[in-house]
T-cell receptor
Framework: GQNIDQPTEMTATEGAIVQINCTYQ??????LFWYQQHAGEAPTFLSY????GLEEKGRFSSFLSRSKGYSYLLLKELQMKDSASYLC??????????FGKGTRLHILP | DGGITQSPKYLFRKEGQNVTLSCEQN?????MYWYRQDPGQGLRLIYY???????QKGDIAEGYSVSREKKESFPLTVTSAQKNPTAFYLC??????????????FGEGSRLTVL
């Protein structure tokens, strides 16, 4: 199967840390992406994990466990501009890329 | 400047009409993708192409058609067979060569409304 699951909505406070989880049920998995999408705009790339472990890019980090079919996106020092949808996507052999339904993140002042 | 361009940005169509959405990239990418996004939803894959003159169906290909006659171009036709075509359509491209970071580059999207 190619199910990708992530929470529909999350709320966090400005300055705090939030973790957005993504689980996938798949075989032949190549890698996992995270994208940010503001309302009415195209998604923008955040990260791509192929190997197990944590990758850090500034305030954003992404973790992957291939054996558990699990990833998370960690956002630190939240800012109001981080209010957006966060999309988890998985790539398969043959370069098929499937997205989850996205997690809408609301940041409160 | 390198990038991916979609047109038109907004399009209105009467029921029963076919419409073609344009997608052009000058990034020299091999792979190109079409996704559909409905309000409050994620992206659903319509068609994708790894190389010129070849393309594959995604999860929701019914009622859509594509062509890939040139590396730079991947137009999507929404046919009258598509029962609920009103949506936001996104085209993307990605490099398949060694060292690809995995990043997909997206166009600005085309918003189709069926009247």
């Amino acid at each position: 199967g190619q199910n990708i699951d992530q929470p529909t909505e999350m709320t966090a406070t400005e300055g705090a840390i939030v973790q957005i989880n993504c689980t996938y049920q798949t075989s032949g998995f190549n890698g996992l992406f995270w994208y940010q999408q503001h309302a009415g705009e195209a998604p923008t790339f955040l990260s791509y994990n192929v190997l197990d472990g944590l990758e850090e890019k500034g305030r954003f980090s992404s973790f992957l466990s291939r054996s558990k079919g699990y990833s998370y996106l960690l956002l630190k020092e939240l800012q109001m501009k981080d209010s957006a949808s966060y999309l988890c996507a998985v790539s398969f052999p043959g370069d098929k890329i499937i997205f989850g339904k996205g997690t809408r993140l609301h940041i409160l002042p | 400047d390198g990038g991916i361009t979609q047109s038109p940005k907004y399009l209105f169509r009467k029921e029963g009409q076919n419409v073609t959405l344009s997608c052009e990239q000058n990034l020299n990418h091999d792979a190109m993708y079409w996704y559909r996004q409905d309000p409050g939803q994620g992206l659903r894959l319509i068609y994708y192409s790894q190389i010129v003159n070849d393309f594959q169906k995604g999860d929701i290909a019914e009622g859509y058609s594509v062509s890939r006659e040139k590396k730079e171009s991947f137009p999507l036709t929404v046919t009258s067979a598509q029962k609920n075509p009103t949506a936001f359509y996104l085209c993307a491209s990605g490099g398949l060569e060694g060292g690809w970071t995995g990043e997909l580059f997206f166009g600005e999207g085309s918003r189709l409304t069926v009247l």
